[in-house]
């Protein structure tokens, strides 16, 4: 059977209406083509109606899958990365804010001695978990103790290179639970209370910086002061090493 042949046969099992459809013109048109079975299509797609990719489909043929001829003539663009619906991306970006947020909080913690007047350090190497804290007054003050944990300090110049995450589930149990009683003392730095075996709060680190050869284990206490309020301040490092 010649190619023209062929081709006729296959425009007349063409799928859907051919009404109007001249199989001799459209065989005539491809004839003074170069590719006529892809001329032919075209011409079957316009004046018939049918919806076909090339190259055709007829019957007792599969439908062409993505790999066809045609999309490796032209080659396969480049994957597409799957987008993010909206929804996911506000909670990504609110996940990434909250971090953040915590962050600098952890990070911005105040030294014990601007904000209270008070020198606060650990009295012995707290990598057991206990340690005995001593608090020496260079000022009045008065505040009860919530808890007391470790953060990594750099020595001389007070730069805190890592603390305990605020939004930690052992952070968030110490508020309002008073577990160390009131503190209280006299300024002047002959006054002082060491409080003795403090189990200290376990909770996960938060990176402020750099690291530093020159960074110790330093006493982070939570407290409430005289006012009711609140706070977070740092002490000395442990001279370590």
């Given at each position: 059977m010649s190619g023209e042949e062929e081709l006729r046969r296959r425009l007349r099992e063409l799928p859907g209406p051919r009404a109007g459809l001249d199989v001799d013109a459209v065989v005539e048109r491809a004839r003074k083509r170069r590719h006529p079975k892809v001329a032919a299509v075209t011409a079957a797609v316009t004046g018939a109606g049918v919806l076909i990719v090339a190259p055709f489909v007829v019957p007792a043929l599969s439908p062409m899958s993505p790999s066809s001829t045609v999309m490796s003539d032209r080659g396969a663009g480049?994957?597409?990365?799957?987008?993010?619906?909206?929804?996911e991306q506000d909670a990504v970006g609110d996940t990434g804010a909250a971090g953040a947020a915590q962050a600098a909080e952890a990070c911005a913690i105040e030294d014990a001695e601007a904000a209270l007047g008070v020198d606060v350090a650990f009295e012995g190497d707290p990598g057991d978990g206990v340690a005995d804290v001593s608090f020496t007054f260079l000022?009045?003050?008065?505040?009860?103790?919530?808890?007391?944990?470790v953060a990594l300090v750099e020595r001389g110049t007070g730069r805190i290179v890592e603390a305990p995450d605020p939004a930690d589930a052992a952070v968030e149990r110490l508020r309002g639970s008073a577990r160390h009683g009131s503190i209280e003392g006299e300024g002047g730095g002959t006054d002082g209370t060491v409080m003795l075996g403090v189990p200290l709060v376990l909770a996960a680190p938060v990176a402020c910086g750099g690291g530093s050869d020159h960074?110790?284990?330093a006493p982070i206490v939570w407290l409430t002061d005289a006012s009711g309020a609140q706070r977070v301040v740092v002490g000395d490092p442990y001279p370590i090493g």
């Open positions: 480049p994957e597409a990365a799957p987008e993010q619906a909206p929804a000022e009045d003050a008065t505040f009860q103790v919530d808890g007391i944990g960074a110790g284990p």
